[in-house]
């Protein structure tokens, strides 16, 4: 209990910071810093609230129970009534609570960068990289979250070696972190005569996004690079310098991105996905449990080293974290992914319930 009460302890703090942020004059007159502040504010509003009514159930059970040791008589008899009631809220909301922290310290996050890339297996693993960018954009659209393509490296038969998204919403990195790791597909490629099975991978990495009041980053902590764009088979050339590439000196970090015609757009974008880099890179510092997660999630991109299994032949998906497995992968895959996730995150949070024995019974 003792390292979730840690954690709604700091996020709560930082709420209070916030709050005051919104107060400081100098906040308000910087049109910039305060929509990010109050992005943020936003995103932590539902947990601290929660936290804090929890925080008053506690002192008041707290109350209670001393009133029915120690108070009058007529103070035992208020206590022994009302102290059931208080309780089964408390517990109820240590519930709510868990249900919000699952996913760590990034849960309540409403913006991520996806990134997929296409592993072993050539130009089936591109297009089963492309299925799983399909299948997110899909599932985005069903959750009402906003999903946008940062970057994109297409392959001749339509896959992709490379796609990155950035998607927002309510619940989007809570959801989608689970989706970091090696994802492994078992089908017959349309371009295989005999039908035989064929076996590639792809692999997923899921960043949470920052708010700019999170990460400063400054012109002076990074190199830009300008420099023509140019495509596949000399299409989409630019003759103007409209491509964009960032390095960040402490760090070493490139970012290039050339999907916009307008550098502008390619310097914002390039921008974002430098600074959710950053976050995290900063983050694995501090935190040697999310520098193992990060290496976990990314893998190597083989067959072997996998989260999940697509077997299409018999219509299954299999979920090796949990030994989850559901015989839809034709629902699953076209966007109805819900059933994976809400599995994932029942999972966490059964690992998470225990931690309510550090409430007083």
């Known amino acids: 209990m003792s390292s979730i009460r840690d954690l709604l302890e700091g996020k709560l703090r930082r709420f209070e910071e916030l709050e005051r942020q919104l107060a400081d004059p100098a906040v308000l007159a910087d049109g910039a810093k305060i929509s990010a502040v109050a992005r943020e504010h936003g995103s932590l509003t539902k947990l601290a609230t929660k936290y804090r009514r929890f925080k008053n159930l506690v002192d008041e059970v707290a109350e209670l129970k001393r009133m029915s040791e ?21 517990e109820a909301l240590w519930s709510e609570l868990l249900d919000m922290t699952v996913g760590g310290e990034d849960a309540q996050r409403s913006r ?103 990460i400063n980053l400054k012109q002076d902590d990074y190199r830009l690079d300008k420099f023509c764009a140019s495509g596949p088979g000399g299409q989409h050339v630019n003759k103007t310098e409209s491509a964009v590439r960032l390095t960040h ?9 050339q999907d916009e015609k307008s550098q502008h757009k390619n310097l914002s974008k390039a921008l974002r996905i430098l600074k959710s880099r950053l976050y995290d890179h900063y983050q694995q510092q501090e935190q040697a449990k999310r520098a193992a997660e990060r290496k976990t ?8 080293d996998k989260i999940r299994t697509y077997n299409f032949p018999d219509n299954r998906l299999t979920d090796h974290r949990i030994g989850f497995t559901i015989y839809k992968l034709d629902q699953i895959i076209r966007g109805d992914f819900q059933p994976v996730t809400d599995a994932l995150i029942e999972h966490d949070r059964n690992e998470l319930r225990g931690q309510m024995a550090g409430l007083d019974a």
């Open 297 to 304: 999630m990314v893998g190597s991109g083989d067959r072997s």
């Open 70 to 90: 120690t108070g009058s008589p007529d103070e035992k008899e208020l206590a022994e009534t009302e102290l059931p009631e208080a309780r089964a809220k408390r």
């Open 249 to 257: 000196y402490e760090t070493g970090i490139v970012v290039s991105m």
């Open 112 to 214: 991520c960068v996806m990134e997929i890339r296409a592993g072993t297996g050539g130009d089936e693993a591109a297009l089963f990289a492309h299925d799983l960018f399909q299948m997110y954009k899909h599932h985005a659209e069903q959750k009402g979250w906003k999903c946008e393509i940062m970057e994109a490296s297409p392959t001749d038969m339509g896959g992709f070696s490379k796609i990155t998204l950035a998607f927002e919403g309510e619940g989007v990195y809570r959801e989608l972190r689970y989706e970091g790791g090696t994802h492994r597909v078992q089908r017959v490629p349309e371009t295989e005569a005999k039908g035989r099975i064929h076996t590639s991978a792809a692999t997923v990495a899921v960043l949470p996004e920052p708010e700019d009041v999170e």
